[in-house]
Every structure is written in structure tokens, then in C-alpha cells.
């Protein structure tokens, strides 16, 4: 299974951004999807996770100005960021995990999308 995510840019402050992560690679159910970010010199960070049932958990600090939504006929997660704020500038990163089928066999996955990054200029 593989992440492919975009969607990523500059904006100014209070602008929008949307990003896209679209898995891929065989036979696989999905459990949740999330994204989280890195800031230069911080660690990684939760910013939103959606269950396969819709349910969803956010970072305190995006709350209200962020969207996490997905579709799962097209194994896409979205993250529909307004207000943007330059603290919000970092390399954004889709997860997923899930069960792959090959086989026969049912292998437990966890995958990290390749990073795209975020700039909000004050």
C-alpha cells in the first residue's frame, strides 16, 4: 500500500489550503486515515484522524478552522485548512492503516505518505 499525497503550497495568512492523499497498491482495507505535520525543529505532531466509520479527533489548535473528510470508495482522506495561520507552516503527512490482503494471507499495514509542505506567510 502507498500514500500519494497533495495539495500543498504558500498562502497568505487566513488563506485556504486543501490537501489529498490517495492510497493505493493491491488489495487493502483502510481503518483510519489521518494527518499530522513537522514544523523545522519540533516534533511530529497529530493535526486530525478520521475513523473508517467517520468518526473524527483533532489537535486542539486547528479546531474550527480545519476539516478532515474522506472517501472511501476512492481510499482518499482530504484536509480542508481555513484561516491559515503562519504557525500552521509545516511538512504535512498523511497516515493510514489497515489490513492488505496477499495470498490469501491478511498483513496488518501502517504507511506514511511522502510529506508536502505547508507555507503561511503573515
Known amino acids: 500500500v502507498q500514500l500519494q499525497a497533495s495539495g500543498g503550497g504558500l498562502v497568505q495568512a487566513g488563506g485556504s489550503l486543501r490537501l489529498s492523499c490517495a492510497a493505493s497498491?493491491?488489495?487493502?482495507?483502510?481503518?483510519?486515515m489521518g494527518w499530522y505535520r513537522q514544523a523545522p525543529g519540533k516534533q511530529r505532531e497529530s493535526v486530525a484522524v478520521?475513523?473508517?466509520?467517520?468518526?473524527?479527533n483533532y489537535a486542539d489548535s486547528v479546531k474550527g478552522r480545519f476539516t478532515i473528510s474522506r472517501d472511501n470508495a476512492k481510499n482518499t482522506v482530504y484536509l480542508q485548512m481555513n484561516s491559515l495561520k503562519p504557525e500552521d507552516t509545516a511538512v504535512y503527512y498523511c497516515?493510514?492503516?489497515?489490513?492488505?490482503?496477499?495470498?490469501?494471507?491478511?498483513?496488518?499495514?501502517?504507511?506514511w505518505g511522502q510529506g508536502t509542505q505547508v507555507t503561511v506567510s503573515s
Open positions: 497498491g493491491g488489495t487493502f482495507r483502510i481503518n483510519n
Open positions: 497516515n493510514a492503516d489497515g489490513v492488505s490482503m496477499s495470498w490469501g494471507r491478511s498483513i496488518d499495514f501502517n504507511r
Open positions: 478520521i475513523s473508517s466509520g467517520g468518526n473524527t
